[in-house]
């Protein structure tokens, strides 16, 4: 491994302890680009790298008592069956496809949190609830994370964070837990 390499690496490990995403977004360009492994490896390596990673922050967070469990539990079992589902699909996806919905995907984030960036704040009291819900849109929201990581191999945390927050009411801090 060579010095950048591994520096992106400790990159990656810290922008997922702070913001609980953005992992392979990170992850899937450093294996394709600066250690030249093919695509559908790159993909499959950034999903243990982000789960090895994001194990360390459950860790941390669980510490500090900020999981809901009930919550991550019901959206990580239904995420684990996209993400079945998503594999299997893979499979038939050619590697320049998978790519480009990779770029697809990492160019549309990228866009939306610039244009939220640049959007004046209007200060508000919201009271967050300290239980959160689980609904059955977030039920399908968690199947489409799974579908969307197993595919390109990104798209957890820059999704499943807003989920939690907007549509299961989760506060910020116990979603990126």
Do not use: C
Not at 59 to 71: A, C, F, Y
Not at 95 to 119: C, G, N, P, W, Y
């Amino acid at each position: 491994m060579t010095a950048f390499g591994a520096l992106l690496a400790l990159l990656v490990g810290l922008v997922l302890g702070l913001l609980g995403g953005g992992g392979s977004i990170l992850a899937v360009p450093t294996f394709l680009y600066v250690f030249h492994v093919e695509p559908k490896p790159a993909i499959a390596m950034s999903l243990v790298v982000v789960g090895m990673s994001a194990l360390i922050g459950f860790v941390t967070h669980w510490r500090q008592g900020t999981v809901n469990i009930r919550i991550a539990g019901y959206f990580g079992g239904l995420a684990m069956v996209g993400s079945f589902a998503g594999a299997r699909v893979a499979r038939f996806v050619p590697a320049s496809v998978q790519l480009a919905l990779f770029t697809v995907f990492a160019l549309t984030a990228a866009i939306m949190m610039l244009r939220d960036s640049l959007r004046p704040r209007v200060p508000t009291l919201r009271v967050s609830s300290d239980h959160g819900h689980f609904s059955p849109l977030l039920g399908v929201q968690a199947v489409a994370v799974g579908i969307l990581t197993a595919l390109i191999g990104a798209g957890g945390g820059f999704v499943i964070v807003p989920a939690l927050v907007l549509v299961a009411d989760v506060p910020v801090k116990e979603a990126i837990g």
